[in-house]
């Protein structure tokens, strides 16, 4: 496989990229100094293009690629690939689900665990000497408070068993009632944010789920209510919630992904009821390593005809 060109659209890993480069012509379009002479160049070659969360493939690159045959992105969320365009040009469409659920999942509960008894604002107290003064202020408990998912796919139920495990009362909303689940079912977010105590995006990123929250849902969670975010940063009207913090119209939020992402709204800097972290859900050595294995895999079983490991289109 060797002559098969791949096209890998930003630094993601660096054991994939070794993985890659061994069995298939990578290149990297981040090395490139030119990107239209580059693609104008090699748009021949390339069969196959690894996206991530960070950089897909579009129209116009899809379009730009006439010899494109496979698209492996290397996360569970396709919302950087143009599916609509893939399966109108028969473009197979491959992402990395199931081995990374385990650990977004145990970075939500960190995330709530974080948010609510404040413990990065605990070390930096610790480190800044403050304790020798006094101690800590009071926090709010998590085990118990009532905890509304949106999205109840692998990552919402894994997030949710979890949450059982610290007596939280689950509900959820989805398109539709999940027959196989007993937890409460809203129907719409507005009013699953009424009801619980902590509200979290567990939910893929779609035109129909982009700023689902929104001033309304984060006025109906209200001062008590915290916000939780392991999905993607537009699912939040950042801006709306950026004012409700400031405000104290929430009581605070643990944000993994963002709008504008390495960009985070400075506003937050300041504040101590949010919790932001570099987007890390998946961000383990084993959980990376084995999001790796399922790409090339997924290459590989393409390029020889086999059944691909983990297909969407
Ligand atoms: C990654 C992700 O951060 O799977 C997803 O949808 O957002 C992540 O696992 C990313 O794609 C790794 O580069």
């Not at 990229?17 to 379009?29: A, C, K, P």
């Not at 009821?273 to 050595?285: A, C, D, F, K, M």
Request: glycine share 8%.
């Amino acid at each position: 496989m060797e002559s098969v060109g791949v096209l890998m659209m930003c630094p993601m890993n660096s054991y994939l990229e070794h993985q890659l480069s061994t069995r298939f012509n990578l290149y990297r379009i981040w090395t490139v100094p030119h990107k239209p002479h580059f693609l104008k160049t090699h748009s021949g070659s390339i069969r196959a293009v690894v996206g991530n969360a960070t950089a897909g493939a579009d129209r116009e690159l899809i379009e730009s690629l006439p010899a494109l045959e496979i698209v492996s992105s290397f996360s569970v969320g396709l919302d950087k690939v143009d599916l609509g365009c893939c399966k109108e040009r028969g473009i197979r469409v491959t992402n990395t689900p199931d081995v990374l659920t385990e650990d977004v999942a145990d970075l939500a509960i960190g995330l709530m665990l974080t948010t609510l008894r404040k413990i990065c604002e605990c070390d930096r107290y610790v480190r800044s000497g403050l304790w020798k003064k006094g101690d800590f202020k009071l926090t709010t408990k998590f085990s118990g408070k009532k905890v509304g998912i949106i999205g109840l796919g692998r990552i919402g139920t894994a997030i949710a068993k979890r949450a059982e495990a610290f007596n939280c009362p689950i509900s959820y909303y989805s398109q539709s009632k999940k027959p196989e689940s007993n937890y409460k079912y809203f129907p719409s977010v507005i009013e699953l944010a009424s009801d619980c105590d902590i509200l979290v995006v567990a939910c893929p990123l779609t035109e129909e789920t982009r700023h689902i929250i929104n001033r309304e849902v984060i006025d109906a969670l209200g001062p008590k209510g915290y916000l939780i975010n392991i999905g993607r940063g537009p699912h939040i009207d950042e801006p709306e919630l950026v004012s409700a913090l400031v405000e104290g119209r929430i009581a605070g939020a643990g944000l993994d992904v963002f709008e504008n992402e390495p960009h985070v709204p400075e506003e937050l800097f300041k504040l101590d009821n949010v919790v932001l972290l570099p987007h890390v859900g998946s961000g383990t050595v084993e959980t990376r390593n084995a999001m790796a294995d399922l790409v090339v895999g997924n290459l590989e079983a393409h390029f020889s005809k086999k059944p691909l490991l983990t297909p969407v289109v």
